[in-house]
């Protein structure tokens, strides 16, 4: 597999930290080298009380983090098509750690969505 850059929503900061299920309400965005294994941390804190658009702006966020992929709990339609219009593909995950995820999507084991699994402004 090639090397890619990989956007995780979640929790915290570190690789053991918890997937964030909301993607323009996450807390984080641990983006992830599937080749290294290294990790840098985004805070999004500032999407976490908009009143709307925070799909959005996390969108925007993450297509310009450069990743290939993100991976996600949820993602309403603006984010989706935000993140398309980025080129970033998107994977499901309900549960478990930012590497767990990582792991998991490496396997193959990670259903990629092809529109959003949500309505809007779902929390």
Do not use: C
Not at 23 to 38: C, H, N, S
Not at 114 to 119: I, K, P, R, S
Request: no cysteine; aromatic share 4%; glycine share 10%.
């Amino acid at each position: 597999m090639a090397t890619m850059k990989i956007a995780v929503t979640a929790q915290g900061p570190e690789l053991t930290s918890d997937v964030d299920t909301r993607f323009g309400r996450a807390k984080w965005i641990v983006v992830v080298d599937t080749d290294t294994g290294e990790s840098q941390a985004h805070d999004n804190k500032v999407n976490l009380t908009l009143a709307q658009g925070a799909g959005i702006q996390t969108g925007q966020n993450v297509a310009n983090l450069g990743v290939d992929a993100v991976i996600t709990g949820n993602v309403g339609p603006n984010a989706y098509k935000t993140l398309a219009a980025g080129k970033v593909r998107i994977f499901l995950v309900s549960d478990g750690t930012v590497e767990q995820a990582v792991t998991a999507f490496k396997q193959g084991q990670l259903e990629e969505v092809q529109q959003a699994n949500v309505e809007g402004h779902w929390i």
